[in-house]
């Protein structure tokens, strides 16, 4: 009788831990428990700041410097909070300090670092719809950029959009309803 | 023209920005693995204050009229009066020095950080 040695499949037996779960470990001294919430999040950390700030260095900068004030501050992360707001509230903060610094630097009112080829003649050679959407959302006034980016990265939490942006839930709801009215109009030209 | 049911469909599928290629590593670098400061900027600001402050009165004390003669005096001073020339006084400090260097030797044991895989 042929006899083949062939290993079992590994069995994925270890059940994802959730992000409290980690905050503690990595309170307690383990590195790589922080280790395992950078990775979780440093995507979409970067792509909250990369859309915010239009400078894939400024980008990469801001979410260092989140993470980095997040390790500092995490003894003071409140138990029950999510971990994926107060992450983003830090990183928002950061980019808004840095577009007030371009400012400050460029004089005074700072023209947006929208994608400058984002017009809809170009708008209408993309066929592709990821790259239109994208192209779209890069055309929006910034405000409306943030709240549709958060709503692309949180879903529809709006309380939890309202709070990294510390602005009043109907605020939120109607910067979401505008920028997804001029989306919708960007997308049908 | 796009219904809000399918532009929420379009925004769920756009894909993430890519981060740049040893982000993890480099935050890592900045706070698990940045090397441990023995003091904080502002302690060593507070501790050079000191100093300096210690100094100057030293030099103040060191630098006045017949300082030594003084100082000696005011040791002798404070020693008379303090009790330290009185045998029970020096042996109630040994039996103190003595008890709480035997707390400082104790050690207790120290609760085990909980492991992520024990959550």
Known sequence: MLALAVEPPPVATEAPVDDQALIVAALAGHGDAFGELVGRYQRAVYHLAARTLHDAAEAEDATQEAFFKAYRALHSFRPGAKFSTWIFTICYRLCCDRIAKR?????????????????PELLAERNDEALRLRAAIDALPEKYRTVITLYHLQGKQYEEIATVLNLPLGTVKTHLFRAKEQLRKALST | MMDDDALDRALAALPLDEPPAGLHQRIMARTVYAPRTVFRTWEIWAIALLAGLASWLCWLVASAPHAADRIASASTHLIANSGLSSMNTLLWLAAGVSAAWWLVQLTLPTRRPPSIEAQ
């Open chain 1, 103 to 119: 400012k400050r630097i460029s004089g005074d009112e700072l023209p947006d670092r929208a994608d400058p080829g984002a017009g």
